[in-house]
């Protein structure tokens, strides 16, 4: 079982990647119906509205012990509080949003549940192979990400777009025309 927090572009491919490498459940909690009607698209089997349901409770009920995997892509204090008490015992929590401030977490009931914390990073060479021979196999489509294209001529706008969502905007491409 695997969740997600925060359907942003990362949050979001994290879903699709999820669901097509076997996992299920793969539960999508977010705020914004429209990201979460996309992360249905690309494969969640559960969307789960932060403002409308106890996600620690209904995740536990879907799950019935807690979720193998948590993916927080929100970066907050609370989405890492939530994300730990959403795991089950030995689950593993990944970090893949990181707070502006230092954050108080439950390291107790984190140690207590044989909880694994993680940071990660994507980047580098072999983790840029690796989605690009994931991506070549079409499992599913990742143009329900990408919402906005720009030239580079337009470089402040698509920034613009990127920075304060407009259009809520979520994935949005540069491109160099010449």
């Known amino acids: 079982s695997v969740v997600v927090i925060g359907p942003g572009p990362i949050g979001l491919l994290a879903v699709a990647v999820a669901k097509s490498l076997g996992a299920s459940p793969v539960i999508l909690i977010g705020t914004r119906k429209n990201r979460l009607k996309i992360g249905q698209e690309l494969g969640a089997d559960y969307i789960l509205n932060a403002k409308e349901v106890d996600i620690e409770k209904k995740v536990k009920e879907i799950t019935e012990k807690g979720a193998d995997y948590i993916i927080d892509c929100a970066g907050s204090e609370e989405t890492v509080n939530q994300s730990i008490h959403m795991a089950n015992r030995g689950g593993k929590v990944c970090?893949?949003?990181?707070?502006?401030?230092?954050?108080?977490?439950?390291?107790?009931?984190?140690?207590?549940?044989?909880?694994?914390?993680?940071?990660?990073?994507?980047?580098?060479?072999?983790?840029?192979?690796?989605?690009?021979?994931?991506?070549?196999?079409?499992?599913?489509?990742?143009?329900?990400?990408?919402?906005?294209?720009?030239?580079?001529?337009?470089?402040?706008?698509?920034?613009?777009?990127?920075?304060?969502?407009?259009?809520?905007?979520?994935?949005?491409?540069?491109?160099?025309?010449?």
Do not use: C, Q, W
Not at 98 to 112: E, Q
Not at 143 to 156: A, S
């Open 95 to 178: 970090l893949a949003a990181f707070p502006k401030n230092p954050v108080n977490f439950d390291i107790g009931y984190l140690a207590v549940n044989n909880i694994y914390l993680y940071g990660i990073r994507g980047e580098g060479k072999s983790a840029t192979h690796r989605a690009m021979a994931f991506m070549a196999e079409n499992r599913f489509d990742p143009g329900l990400v990408h919402t906005h294209t720009f030239d580079m001529n337009e470089l402040p706008e698509a920034i613009r777009y990127a920075r304060d969502r407009v259009d809520d905007a979520i994935k949005v491409v540069v491109t160099n025309s010449y």
